[in-house]
């Protein structure tokens, strides 16, 4: 099926440890993102990626990394997990018409991360 | 910049109720506008778009008309159902230096009663 596949769903990590949150999407969109998830702070944008080789920072970036080598792959990556980084994560892509108008992001399913 | 104000939750409807949820927008281009829900344990659905003035989003029931005077994207539905309970989050994205980024309002929690 065509959309945005995260994996893991679920991971717990302890504290400094490192991992990737893996995001890959189907529908060549040249736009993809990175966002997490608390109650009451509804969604904040990590990081995002405009293009393959492109990416920029977003509301949140410290303690997490990106690349995108690839139209398909947007990888986030966790250096030294803090509790602090408890979230559930939501990958997105989108693409947009010539002008800038946008037809929509597609969100994948999350991923919830619990750092002990 | 760019920020999205949602009204805040939680909303507590009868079904067959009439829904509003207000949103409105600060953009300093153009913007497209969105409707995004989140069912329990889900991702991010759309749930309907606009991306000129005066154009109405409709999808399930559920409407939104973009106003550029007012710069707001009220979304209604004219009876809610249980299966509407959500949490329902207004969006947009801008042209120029910040495309590409999607702009979220704080969710809006609504729960139907049968």
Known sequence: NAGVTQTPKFQVLKTGQSMTLQCAQDMNHEYMSWYRQDPGMGLRLIHYSVGAGITDQGEVPNGYNVSRSTTEDFPLRLLSAAPSQTSVYFCASSSFRRGGASYGYTFGSGTRLTVV | ?114
């Open chain 2, 1 to 114: 910049g760019n920020s999205v104000t949602q009204m805040e939750g939680p909303v507590t409807l009868s079904e067959e109720a009439f829904l509003t949820i207000n949103c409105t927008y600060t953009a300093t281009g153009y913007p497209s506008l969105f409707w995004y829900v989140q069912y329990p344990g889900e991702g991010l659905q759309l749930l309907l778009k606009a991306t000129k003035a005066d154009d109405k989003g409709s999808n399930k029931g559920f409407e939104a008309t973009y106003r550029k005077e007012t710069t707001s994207f009220h979304l209604e539905k004219g009876s809610v159902q249980v299966s509407d309970s959500a949490v329902y989050f207004c969006a947009l994205t801008d042209r120029g230096s910040t495309l590409g980024r999607l702009y979220f309002g704080r969710g809006t929690q609504l729960t139907v009663w049968p």
